[in-house]
């Protein structure tokens, strides 16, 4: 007998709940969403003392937003098909970007946390944001082997679905064949050129959210963290500033299906 609401997402509703009591009970409940009209009808002049903030506000986010923060020799596409189920010359940025950021010997990318497209030319503060809306901050953990591969083949387990999960790499390339059954895909596995020793502890670079089970990578989330940074979108900053888009061609990933398929054809 709860009263469950909801208002939706982007202000495009705004929620009213009443509630009545008596004597300390709940005599009545009821909750209504209120479209743009309607909240006008309610409230037809802007309160003066909120504009006035919120125009302070828009003041102060254009000048840090449109700061020229970084410098791209390429336009770099962020499409959901392609990060979601294969390699990406911005998912290996960015994976770049962690490892560099971490030091670990690898570092993992989820195609779901990356929003936008990188421009080319100079790069803004909100450019940067667009890619990375969500705030998060920068792990490093320790893993082994046997936990690495547990994990590339939960990245390739539904391919050629798209998957938020997908992995973008650094430090590492593994190939995969889409025509085995899920979690006997993965093939060989090379950790910085050598192949995965699955008894070995690893280093790996990521973000908070792949660390605490998102995207179901449960195998994660009991590693070791042995490092804490600030969020990506700085470290993506930095990097770029640093380092460019040099090393992030398309050789780290290869999927044994398609290989064939195109020596059939």
């Known amino acids: 007998n709860t009263l469950i609401v909801q208002t939706g997402w982007h202000e495009y509703k705004l929620g009213r709940v009443e509630i009545a009591l008596s004597n300390h009970k709940i005599i009545s409940k009821k909750a209504a969403l209120l479209d743009a009209d309607e909240v006008k009808k309610i409230a037809a002049i802007p309160d003066k003392g909120i504009a006035e903030a919120l125009a302070i506000m828009e003041e102060r986010n254009e000048k840090l937003f449109s700061e020229v923060v970084a410098h791209s020799d390429k336009h770099l596409t962020a499409e959901r098909l392609i990060l979601r189920r294969g390699e990406s010359e911005i998912g290996n940025l960015c994976a770049d970007a962690l490892r560099w950021r971490t030091g670990a010997d690898i570092a993992i990318m989820n195609g779901g946390g990356m929003r936008a497209d990188l421009p ?40 050629p679905a ?68 600030e969020t990506i979108d700085q470290a993506l900053i930095e990097y770029l500033t640093q380092n460019g888009t040099a090393g992030i061609e398309m050789d780290r990933i290869k999927n044994l299906a398609e290989v064939e398929e195109n020596k059939a054809a």
């Open 120 to 159: 080319e030319g100079d790069v803004t503060r909100s450019d940067v944001m667009a890619i990375f809306p969500f705030g998060n901050t920068i792990r490093k953990a320790e893993i082994d082997g046997k936990t690495i591969r547990a994990m590339l083949e939960h990245s390739v387990f539904g391919i």
């Open 162 to 229: 798209t998957f938020g999960g997908f992995l973008s790499v650094s430090g590492m390339n593994f190939s995969f064949d889409p025509t085995q059954p899920a979690g006997q895909r993965v093939q060989e596995i090379f950790i910085n050129g050598e192949i995965l020793d699955e008894n070995k502890i690893y280093t790996i670079g990521g973000l908070d959210f792949i660390f605490t089970g998102g995207d179901d990578y449960t195998m994660l989330t009991n590693l070791k963290i042995v490092g804490k940074y």
